[in-house]
């Protein structure tokens, strides 16, 4: 056989294909998300007006939620009303794969027609039940046919039930048919549902190991599989000094003077920031090469002693330019947490440390770990370009961002290994107008709800990892549902 073409474990040798890292990226596949919409065909002969409004309704509501999950294709077959359309819009489903299907209900329909459809799925999806009317308050003007347009209600509960004696799962949402709310309640469900998915569908590197001594961080890769959904891949330093050896001298000189350039600069030369430039690109390459979907390094006396450079800039361009997260410390929870928080906000987030109380601001002062993007800070105008705040065995100054936060609403979170679980903290605040400290550091003054001792009082009364992963954004209820579908306790302190 070929010397390419034999089979080997990619930490066995660099010659071959590797037999336990995929060949090539899975396509991307947009979530597909059914829509089950529900009218009764008896009602037709006897109110014959009736059909057409319902119809009309339903096709109403099909474009709100289309507008409301924009990432996600909706597979909507159009009303259901006969078991043969049911069993079209099943076939629909089954064939688009659907992850999740919300029904609603025009009018009443027995349960066995509804069941129809979604039993054609080859997997179960999740099942949302989305009660609606075609306003907030009964008219007392109404009619019987008006009544009947309004019947979802019936169809709805009926399901319930069944679904209850089944031991079957399903979510409820209920709103006016037109209320914006309600279809930002089912985006956050459906958000949460496809985050989890994509989560145990991905691989993250692990470089080093958690940092010593750090308990709070340790993990168990089966309980990590098991409930957070990624599975964590060792990836040996050498690969990675394997290729950041062979990173071209001149890619590393134009990005680091396009970065030199970019910023205001204190106590950095160019001899500062082409090892980290170099180390960043070194790091892409291997992301690339393993087919990952997030990584974690270990820093201190380890990638830096090696590469002479900090990591934390490399982890910085690729959060930027790939929307790559990746981590440090070994922080394998707090990286699952940065990859749903910029899922779920479309914003990159950055990790911090629980820092100091501010009782003026009623705020928690949170200092960062180099692990963000310039996005973070108001504008490029507002970032510095300076020094390490730690050395860990390289030479020279290093290269950090020195920024706060822009001011806005934020969302913060982690998980915590609990034993025979997980248990995920989210928090809320807003990020304000506050002087950037000259610490050559990522930092961020965070106005809390609570009197903010008792805010801090709360979140180490519950046990807390000392790193926290904060994003720009409102994730509050989508990380809220993640928790539940991840099958773990979650905790919220604003």
């Excluded at 003007?141 to 009947?148: G, I, K, P, S």
């Excluded at 956050?188 to 549902?193: F, S």
């Excluded at 609403?409 to 990020?431: C, K, P, W």
Aim: aromatic share 8%; charged share 20%; hydrophobic share 40%.
């Amino acid at each position: 056989m070929n010397k390419k073409n034999q089979i080997t474990s990619f930490d066995a040798e660099e010659a071959g294909i590797f037999g336990d890292v995929l060949t090539s990226r899975p396509a991307e596949r947009r979530p597909q998300i059914g829509l089950l919409a529900l009218g009764y065909f008896e009602y037709w002969r006897m109110y014959p007006a009736l059909e057409g409004q319902v119809a009309a309704d339903l096709d109403a509501a099909a474009k709100r939620l289309a507008s409301a999950l924009p990432g996600c294709d909706l597979v909507y077959p159009g009303m259901v009303d006969t078991l043969d359309h049911a069993e079209e819009a099943g076939e629909q489903f089954r064939n688009a794969q659907i992850e999740a299907v919300v029904v609603i209900a025009g009018t009443y329909l027995p349960d066995f027609i509804t069941m129809h459809a979604i039993n054609k799925c080859t997997s179960r999806p999740l099942v949302i039940l989305f009660d609606t009317q075609t306003a907030d308050n009964v008219n007392p003007l109404d009619n019987y046919v008006a009544t009947m347009r309004n019947s979802a209600l019936i169809a709805i509960t009926q399901l319930s039930g069944s679904f209850r004696k089944m031991k079957l799962e399903y979510e409820t949402v209920v709103g006016e048919i037109s209320d914006t709310d309600a279809y930002g309640q089912i985006a956050d469900i459906i958000q949460a549902v496809t985050a989890v998915r994509r989560l145990r569908s991905s691989t993250y590197g692990l470089i080093g190991h958690v940092f010593r001594g750090m308990y709070d961080l340790e993990f168990d890769r089966a309980r990590v599989k098991g409930f957070l959904g990624p599975e964590v891949m060792t990836i040996q330093a050498e690969h990675l000094i394997d290729l950041w050896q062979k990173i071209d001298p001149e890619a590393t000189e134009n990005a680091a003077q396009k970065l030199y350039r970019r910023f205001p600069v204190r106590n950095v030369k160019m001899a500062d920031v082409q090892p980290s430039v170099r180390l960043g690109l070194a790091l892409r390459k291997l992301y690339r090469k393993f087919n990952l979907d997030g990584m974690c390094f270990l820093g201190q006396h380890y990638i830096e002693k090696m590469t002479g450079a900090p990591a934390r800039m490399g982890a910085s361009m690729l959060m930027e330019e790939d929307r790559f997260m990746v981590g440090c410390e070994g922080d394998i929870g707090g990286l699952v947490m940065m990859d749903l928080l910029h899922q779920f906000t479309g914003n990159l987030p950055f990790q911090a440390e629980w820092g100091q109380f501010d009782r003026a601001n009623n705020a928690v002062f949170l200092l960062g770990h180099g692990i963000g993007s310039p996005e973070l800070a108001k504008s490029d105008k507002a970032i510095t370009l300076t020094g390490s705040p730690e050395e860990w065995g390289f030479k020279g100054s290093g290269l950090n961002y020195e920024l706060i936060l822009k001011p806005g609403a934020v969302t913060m979170g982690h998980f915590l290994n609990t034993g025979d679980s997980y248990q995920m903290l989210i928090s809320r605040g807003e990020s304000i107008e506050f002087p950037t400290l000259p610490c050559n550091e990522l930092h961020a003054m965070i106005k809390v709800k609570s009197e903010v001792r008792q805010y801090l009082k709360q979140i180490i009364d519950t046990g807390s990892a000392h790193h926290v992963i904060v994003a720009p954004g409102n994730a509050w209820n989508a990380l809220q549902k993640t928790a539940a579908l991840m099958r773990i306790n979650c905790v919220t302190v604003e």
